[in-house]
């Protein structure tokens, strides 16, 4: 007698690693069993990593599927029936593990073939599952004892149990007739479980509908769970120490509880990522967007004609992460209409945005923000997090956002003087984007601020309560540009939007004095008086000082002081409105300039190039006020 043909059937979800690593283990355990083909739908977080480690190993075997449909498990199933042929059907579940022979598969098929029998269980081999067949009579061969599955044994059973039993297990192998059967029924017609697992292909003996049938259990043992003991104490892989117990079954099951919930709960979210040249930085901001506890997320890369490495490497994560798409420009478009192309592609209602050079400090980032989405129910809803300030080599400059200004509501008149810490990267509603028109293009400069000024007339801004974004501060960015460009821009967007405004003078005012003008100035100069100002430090005759500004070359002159191996101590950073701005930068705390001097500073470096004679006299009078003496002040002139 020919061996029968054989099919391996699994649709499963894998949705987190540890789940995946088992699947691994599961197959690697009888890959080498006779069976012609392998019918796999794999659902979840982890499908496209999963499929192509089966792939790799089945070649032409693999007949794969990515359905994951609203009607259900079963529904999809159905679709599969259609390349399921043989005579039997192996359903695979991916957390039981081969203890057996694979060519033992042969004599259990050949047993089963000559003895008509329709269901095996393969798994789950233990007294309590095994004792209360011992109730009805058995057929015995070789490998298998053979039991019929009738509605007279049924009630036998049920009576010395007390209850019903199951008669059919997914963990099975079964004939072509039967399997069809179960999963072709409309059966049961009120799910006893949720529509998308597989449970509802298990009968119980109440359901008569599928008596009699002949049912058989191994002599030994083939395969055996790896952490549920089946109410059998000691019967896990993981009980017998025969498997690494890298979570606990309670940690797993609230694991993918959590996991499924979100799902359920939490509303699907485009991060639109554009890039150009960012070779250097590119995988550190994919790897901080895979490591989010938020799943619910499809991740849209937009390149601007790169000419490095770093469409390799974008490549390198979609391959593996099913999530993660690619779209490219035909020609260099710049910033604003990469992001524009890639929300106009999104699929998601929640959008949120990310460079290619920065990343998230916290892999909660996404997360905290979507339960205030979803708490305030609003699609005019802006959640944002803090942002933190790093150099190239990804080191913390500052921390930009602390209580002091933070702002939440509707922040038109904030915005458009820069008022407050302004947030990025936040989630906003595509609906939102449209209604405020998107991205203007023509806009050279700061056109993401024209974008929120935008914002911030139809959106209330809430803020997470935690750091979310490292933004990386150097010199291929604005601050490249000449500085008369900035200004020029700065007044545009400001006098396209506040016309409308009755306080459009004062609003001005606020704005020039909040505007970073250190930011406009060009490279060159701010080298010049970054090495000017370090060597006078150098020079001086002085253990100590503390710094007057917070800004660009702030952040450059610690660089630079820390790179020459100047080891001056840096008491405070001094800024005059430091009441509503940053506590800490660089680790020192910031304090206003009477603060500073009443805790005994005499030493002052001037980190800025504009109103250095105010702030000069500011201190003098300070120092006059507090009956002070020993005024040192440091300061550069070349600009």
Known sequence: MNTPTLTIFANFRINNEERYQRMKDSFESFKDINAQKWVINIRGFYKKEAMAYLKYFLSDRLISYELESENGWFYDTRIMLKDINSDFVFFWIEDHINLAHNESYDEVLLEMQE???EHL??????????????????????????????????????????????????????????????????????????QNTPFDFEKRSTDKEFLPFKHAIPKNELFASIDDNHGTIGYSLMDRGLYEERLKREEMVETEKKTS?????????????????????????????????????????????????????????????????????KKNMGVSYSRDLGIKNATAKWIT??????????????????????????????????????????????KIMTVQNIREGYLMEEMITRNFAIPRDFIFSKELYSIVGGYDYSIPLYEDWDLKVRLSKEAKFIYSGIDGIAYRRHEAGLSSVNHVEHQKWVKFIFDKYSNELKNKYELEKILKKNF?????????????????????????????????????????????????????????????????????????????PDTALKEGEHNFVLASWNNLDEVERSLEANVKILKLENLFIIKSNKY
């Open 261 to 329: 919930d979100m799902q359920m709960t939490f509303p699907f979210v485009s991060l639109i990522i554009p890039n150009y040249n960012n070779e250097k930085y590119i995988k550190k901001c994919l790897d901080s967007v895979i490591s989010q506890t938020y799943i619910n997320i499809e991740v849209i890369l937009v390149d601007d004609c790169s000419t490095d490495d770093s469409l390799r490497i974008i490549h390198e994560y979609t391959n593996i992460h099913h999530n993660i798409k690619v779209l490219q420009n």
């Open 115 to 117: 003895h008509c029998v």
């Open 516 to 592: 970073d003008f250190n930011t406009s100035l060009c490279v060159i100069t701010k080298n010049n008086i970054v090495s000017d100002l370090v060597k006078k430090i150098k020079e001086a005759n002085i253990n100590s000082f503390s710094i007057f500004g917070i800004g660009e070359l702030t952040d450059l002159l610690l660089i630079e002081l820390s790179l020459r191996g100047i080891n001056k101590k840096v008491n405070f950073i001094i800024d005059s409105r430091a009441k509503s701005t940053v506590l800490y930068c660089h680790s020192r705390k910031v304090v206003a």
């Open 121 to 194: 269980i393969y798994s789950w081999w233990h007294d309590g599952y095994k004792a209360k067949f011992n109730l009805i009579h058995k057929e015995e061969s070789k490998n298998l004892n053979i039991f019929n599955l009738d509605e007279n044994n049924c009630d036998i059973i049920e009576k010395k149990l007390g209850r019903y039993f199951y008669t059919v297990s997914a963990v099975s192998i079964t004939s072509i007739n039967f399997f069809q059967k179960i999963i072709s029924c409309n059966h049961p017609i009120v799910h006893r479980w949720s």
């Open 353 to 398: 945005t990310l460079d290619s050079d920065d990343y998230y400090i916290n892999v909660l980032k996404i997360e905290k923000e979507m339960e205030l989405i979803i708490k305030h129910n609003q699609n005019n809803a802006i959640a944002y997090s803090g942002i933190v300030h790093v150099d190239n080599d990804g080191n913390e400059l500052s």
